[in-house]
């Protein structure tokens, strides 16, 4: 599995280039802005996350607004019920547990526990926690979203009924720490512009000689 995934890796990049620098917000500001990510696009995300820190400029603000108010701030993102209560719990969580909330958040945590932390938390799956150690602190670990998931799954690179979960450690597993990052970016960039959801366009794939499902027209 290691060759095939930089196999595919060296294609993604030859195809695509290298990726954008990681943004690097403080983890906290990672946390929630993963949390707004959820079944919208990066610019109503972004959108959610501006108005979020305009209306409510702390974190301690957000964790003892009222959910109604927060909902109200981060309209744009859509979910806006659903997230504020998630955000606002996993706020009032961390401060419980004596994390403070700002950008001291997390210092000199080892990658282990605040792993542990993180997906301790209601409302934060792997996904999130990976997001926040691969793109603000750096660390090595591999988020799955759907597109990560769907590609991987075409491209083989794990088995074809693995859920997200499964797959994110499947990967997390085998591809190499200091590729992490490069393999993440080009696999949804990949998913986005070529291998898309329903009608993926193999005729136009810089991957489709390594790909066992070239041609399986919206099938994962
Ligand atoms: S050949 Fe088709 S299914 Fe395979 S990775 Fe390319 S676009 Fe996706």
């Not at 890796?9 to 620098?21: F, I, K, Q, S, W």
């Not at 607004?65 to 909902?71: E, H, L, S, T, Y």
Request: net charge positive; charged share 25%.
């Amino acid at each position: 599995m290691r060759r095939r995934i930089a196999a595919v890796l060296r294609r993604l990049r030859r195809a695509y280039g290298p990726p954008p620098a990681p943004r690097r917000l403080p983890p906290l500001d990672e946390l929630v802005l993963t949390v707004l990510s959820q079944n919208t696009s990066d610019t109503n995300r972004d959108r959610a996350y501006a108005d979020l820190r305009s209306r409510l400029p702390t974190w301690d603000e957000v964790a003892d607004a009222p959910p109604p108010a927060i909902a109200r701030a981060i309209r744009r993102g859509g979910l806006g019920p659903t997230k504020s209560v998630r955000i606002r719990r996993i706020l009032r969580e961390l401060r419980d547990r004596g994390v403070p909330l700002d950008e001291r958040a997390f210092a000199g945590m080892r990658s282990a526990a605040l792993w542990d932390l993180l997906v301790g938390l209601g409302g934060v799956g792997p996904k999130t926690a990976a997001c926040v150690l691969l793109f603000s602190l750096g660390r090595p670990f591999f988020p799955v979203d759907t597109h990560v998931h769907r590609v991987s799954i075409r491209l083989g690179l794990v088995p074809p009924r693995s859920d997200p979960v499964r797959a994110q450690e499947l990967l997390q597993a085998e591809v190499p720490p200091a590729d992490v990052y490069d393999l993440h970016m080009g696999l949804i960039r990949h998913g986005r512009e070529v291998c898309v959801a329903r009608r993926p366009i193999c005729s136009r794939c810089p991957l489709a000689d390594l790909c066992p499902r070239v041609g399986v027209v919206g099938a994962r």
